[in-house]
């Protein structure tokens, strides 16, 4: 192997680590959100359980790493992929930096959709608008990006209208508790689908770049020290903390109780969990939002803020063009000569810095993380009904 | 053209409005049955406990559906 072609591998799996680790905390929100929006869960522990289960998924399933090594980009005419380690990287480093200015923002978007921008950026620039399965990007991207949500979100105010009705309004006994701990549960379930889809993302890029330069066999699965070294940065992002977005998530959308934290983790986990059994890459990011604007609108006198709402659909619209620029941008120097791919590993490095830089001004953390939920104005159960 | 699957994503949906209906009916169900039961009625407890192990099977076929190890 030349040195160019190993110091773009090195780079690769740094920078797909160093995404794996950004995906981590600003999805962790997904999954425990509305638990520490109510209370369920302290915020610390939250993250930490959700951190455990990303890692614990991740050595449990390779289906949607399959779809990212095959399904997006295509493979030329002998069978060698059109995608070269240099463009790899580059689209994530465009998937880093989205990723990081949403989490900034406090915009819960998909890092699904960040990391796919990326890579169809860097590979439209690189090897054309040829190298792009459209079809793939149709069917494993967008009509997911367009139906999940609302599946969810249909079901989830179906589950909250259910939960409410014959619990009259969630004033009978023990209602509170019971609704608690359920919620926790399903919410661990949503963790742990989160694991076993995003973790494998990462999986999948590292593998393709290993096969793409020819020190792995093609058509083979992640090694162990891929699987490994995945599970384990996403799951420190996570325990780490994705507070930010949490905050959005659990307490910028809409109020919720934990009845409605109930049916929004079950529609979500539900819709993870059939969806990549079946082998789509769903934004899990995009599933829970869906899922708690159907509980804010399933149960009476709530309100859903359709600003916040609107501003978290925009952030979906962008993320994937956005990212394709950054990592067509940064494919464009990357792929010119060693010192341009070092050039860009270092702009991307100072890009970062400056993002935490920018968020350490406005921290988000457990302690702040419930500002505005309703426990601030609290037990409004019963008046609502 | 396009080939779109679109019997996978039907699948999915009715999956999760399933989910979404038998989850919350049992849970809540099982909840006021254990209200309507306090500490008198043995068959209310009964049927809360049944409607709890109804959620209860569903969250373990949930776990062999995301654990690829189990089949």
Redesign the interface.
Known sequence: MDTTLLVTVVLVVVFALVFDFTNGFHDTANAMATSVATGALKPRTAVVIAGVLNLVGAFLSTEVAKTISSGIIKTDSSGHEMITPALIFAGLVGAIIWNLVTWYLGLPSSSSHALFGGLIGAAILGAGLGAISWSGVITSIVIPALLAPLVAGVAALIGTVIVYRMTKQATVPHAKPAFRIAQTVSASLVALAHGTSDAQKTMGVITLTLIAANVQQAGTGPQLWVILTCGLAIGLGTAIGGFRIMRTVGTRITPVESPQGFAAETASAATILASSHLGFPLSTTQVVSGSIVGVGLGKRLAQVDWGVAGRIGLGWIFTLPAAAVVGAVAALVAISSTIGLVAVAVVAVVGVAVIFRLAAKKPVNAGNVNEGAPEAAPQLQGAAA | M????WG??A???G???L???V???F??????L??TAGTTSAPARVGAWACFAV?IAA?LF??W?????FH
């Open positions: 396009i080939d779109i699957d996978k994503f699948i999915v949906a999956v999760v409005l989910a979404s209906v989850l919350p009916l849970y809540s169900g099982g909840v006021r254990l209200e959620c969250v949930g776990l559906v995301v654990v690829p190890q």
